[in-house]
């Protein structure tokens, strides 16, 4: 936002792209679980393009990013998060719609030090040259500690009128913010990829050790934002609805995916991933209890469809929480 | 006497239903660009998100939102293309 600002101060036409590589925090957790429908509800992307007054192209980047994930030349970071290569990916993608588009030069929002992995002073050349964009990327909040731009040699941008800004303290932009009239912003990064998180990640590999390979499709990324998973075997894993929220967005995969529910007491829909014996459902349905309301009692009812619509209910026992071990969780 | 010059409008409908946002605002922006200004365009969807998120993608890039409905869990915008 600054950034962006920074530059239109100068005279300078600018129009935002945002990528979804699929792994974005904000939009998919708030329109699935119900907690957190006291936060505004709003792409923050959109919402800053908005405030700024600018047009805003939303890219879907899904299936070019599954190289950048599956196999990162610069590895992952603390967790499954390739924040450098994805980094270059996204500079590369601007610097081709800039071309196809008619624009001149690409700006982003880096800061020198600001993040230990993509945003190092050495690491800046890196993604100004493997992009492609090579002198067309500038970083208004921190061109004076870098080597002189296209843009700033050619006096599209005046180079005195950008910034110096280090490091991780937010401070320094807070006050620019604060001087350009700016009062409502989106929180400073982190956490906006689920890449970072490490809960989300442990997810993801187990994903590709279930599968045997690294590979993904969007629903499968999806799934796993939702719900416990539960794997007893290696074979299977459930995913069982925490809230209401998330057991309506589990409505959706009735056709994909084997589903269940405790239908004699209050509980949870469950979706199963995996190819299951007829012992497995029934193991299932005993964990699935587990989580209703039914839990403490002798024996509940679970109603089993299947992906063709077709239902039955069986008897179980609710699993106790001692038969439920912490390895299973993903 | 006069002539009465008539436009033909063209209306479409996207279903969006089961994506999350941002996709649905993706869709909307794919679709958006095979129409003319002055189409209409109805996207059906299941994300409450949308209704911020199109509205105010609209709104940045000129098109309008001429009526917005909600009902067993689906979300209905229709949208006239802008210039």
Not at chain 1, 207 to 215: A, E, F, H, P, R
Request: net charge neutral; proline share 5%; charged share 25%.
């Amino acid at each position: 936002m600054l950034a962006a600002k920074v530059i239109m101060e100068q005279g300078v036409h600018v129009e935002g792209i945002n990528f979804f590589t699929g792994f974005c925090v904000e939009g998919h957790t708030h329109a699935i679980r119900e907690h957190n429908s006291s936060k505004p509800n709003r792409n923050n992307a959109l919402w800053v393009a908005e405030q700024l007054g600018i047009k805003l192209h939303i890219v879907d980047v899904i299936e070019e990013y599954k190289k950048v994930l599956i196999n990162p030349k610069h590895g992952y970071g603390t967790h499954m998060n390739p924040c450098l290569d994805c980094k270059i990916f996204m500079v590369n993608k601007a610097k081709q719609w800039i071309v196809e588009n008619g624009f001149d030069f690409i700006i982003t929002g880096e800061v020198i030090g600001q993040r230990p992995m993509s945003q190092t002073k050495s690491k800046m050349p890196i993604v100004s040259k493997q992009s492609g964009a090579d002198d067309l990327l500038l970083r208004p909040m921190c061109a004076k500690n870098l080597p002189a731009t296209l843009p700033e040699i050619e006096g599209w941008v005046d180079r005195e009128k950008l910034y110096g800004i280090t490091g991780r303290s937010r401070k320094p932009q807070m006050e620019m913010a604060r001087n350009f009239g700016i009062e409502d912003y989106s929180q400073p990064a982190g956490g906006c990829c689920f890449l970072t998180d490490k809960f989300y990640s442990a997810k993801l590999v187990d994903l590709w050790k279930s599968q045997g390979t690294k590979d993904y499709e969007l629903d499968d990324i999806m799934l796993l934002k939702v719900g416990r998973h539960i794997r007893p075997k290696a074979h299977f894993k459930l995913i069982i609805a925490r809230e209401e929220g998330e057991g309506r967005f589990l409505q959706g995969y009735k056709k994909e995916f084997i589903s269940l529910y405790c239908s004699s007491h209050p509980g949870p829909l469950a979706i199963i991933d995996g190819e299951l014996s007829a012992e497995d459902i029934y193991f299932s349905a005993r964990v699935v209890a587990r989580y209703g309301q039914g839990r403490n009692e002798e024996q509940v009812d679970i109603t089993i469809t299947e992906k063709d619509g077709s239902e039955r209910v069986i008897q179980v026992k609710p699993f106790a929480k001692e038969e439920v071990p912490i390895e299973w969780h993903v | 006497m006069f002539k009465q010059k008539m436009m033909q409008v063209f209306k479409e409908t996207l279903n969006a239903r089961r994506l999350l946002c941002p996709l649905p605002v993706i869709r909307t922006q794919d679709k958006v660009k095979q129409l003319q200004p002055g189409d209409l365009l109805e996207v059906i969807c299941t994300d409450p998100g949308v209704m911020h998120d199109i509205p105010a993608w609209c709104r940045i890039n000129g098109h309008t939102v001429l009526e917005t409905s909600s009902g067993n869990h689906e979300y209905i915008i229709t949208i006239r293309v802008g210039e």
